[in-house]
């Protein structure tokens, strides 16, 4: 069997860690590994694919002879690093913002346009944002089935989404901390209505990227607005989301379409209390949907709730379905 030479940049963080994790449960074709951070943590040592290898700092040397190349280690080294990458032959798989609306540059969720892949004239694809991906592949199989015309999205997103230090100042929190740095205000107890920073417009960046990303991603020009919370959760993204069709669609109809949906599960029984939540979503690599519903006044809008752990789903498992894509259609 093939085996490809595969770099990891931002090893030593969440997401890292996350995808070092998927590359092993879905028993990847690696030949060589390259775990690559920034010069503050480079010497630790990690154990992945069963032997121990030293975190190396990442340099345009380090990609001589690699195949794939994951990046995930902020939007600063993707700029400078990802291009050297691709210029020593290999594909950059990148986590962060940086190239997402680049033309040359595909933003693939790989259940709803692996086509894209096609469109790689840079060497270079994008991993959408978290709360990108899991909407999407919600709305791409009601969209391809009903005809969507709006979305509202509101989203509740989990402490662990600004990596591994989000992480930490919620436990901190949560054991009697009052320190906030990574957070505008404290987390623990409370509700942030804030995700990156405030545009002239009113929005946050958080919001802009769910209505750009997935506009790109599903080829698709239908309004949008979202809301992005943060709430006091460790880890997987909850979204509550309002869809209006161009015709009317029934709960009912809405919930066979996403039972057969790529990665989707459907958990939808609330006479038994059973729908999608952080606990049952976290390491997991499906999307749950559940509480769907047709609208009070309008039989044109549905609404519905959806978890995902946004490590897995939203960062490193899509990831890696990407490149596995790459290696089955290049």
Not at 130 to 141: E, F, G, Y
Not at 155 to 166: I, M, P, V
Request: proline share 6%; hydrophobic share 45%.
């Amino acid at each position: 069997m093939k085996t490809y030479n595969i770099a990891l940049v931002g090893a030593s963080g969440a997401v890292g860690a996350e995808l070092i994790g998927i590359l092993e449960e879905m028993d990847f074709p690696i030949g060589r590994f390259v775990p690559l951070v920034s010069a503050r943590s480079a010497g630790r040592k990690i154990h992945a694919f069963g032997q121990e290898y030293t975190l190396e700092q990442a340099t345009p040397e380090n990609f001589q002879g690699i195949d794939i190349a994951f990046f995930s280690a902020g939007s600063k080294v993707s700029e400078q690093l990802a291009p050297i990458a691709v210029k020593t032959g290999a594909v950059v798989i990148d986590n962060t913002s940086f190239f997402r609306l680049e033309q040359g540059v595909p933003l693939v969720v790989p259940e709803v346009n692996p086509k894209d892949l096609n469109t790689a004239t840079k060497g270079i694809v994008s991993n959408p944002n978290c709360s990108t991906i899991q909407m999407v592949q919600v709305l791409n199989p009601l969209h391809q089935a009903f005809g969507i015309v709006r979305v509202d999205v509101s989203t509740y997103q989990a402490a662990s989404g600004a990596g591994k230090r989000g992480l930490e100042e919620l436990q901190a929190q949560m054991a009697g901390s009052t320190h906030a740095q990574v957070f505008p205000h404290p987390l623990a107890l409370n509700v942030i209505p804030q995700i990156d920073i405030f545009m002239p417009n009113g929005y946050t960046k958080e919001e802009l990227k769910m209505v750009r990303e997935t506009h790109k991603i599903m080829h698709a020009s239908f309004a949008i607005s979202a809301t992005c919370v943060r709430v006091p959760v460790l880890r997987s993204h909850s979204e509550s989301i309002s869809i209006c069709f161009k015709t009317p669609v029934s709960a009912k109809e809405a919930q066979e379409v996403l039972k057969n949906a790529p990665n989707i599960v459907l958990v939808d029984n609330p006479e038994q209390k059973l729908y999608p939540m952080p606990i049952t979503a976290t390491s997991t690599d499906q999307t749950f949907v559940g509480r769907v519903r047709g609208d009070l006044f309008d039989p044109h809008i549905l609404h519905l709730w959806c978890v995902a752990d946004q490590l897995r789903v939203g960062a490193a498992t899509n990831a890696v379905r990407i490149a596995l894509e790459w290696i089955k259609t290049h």
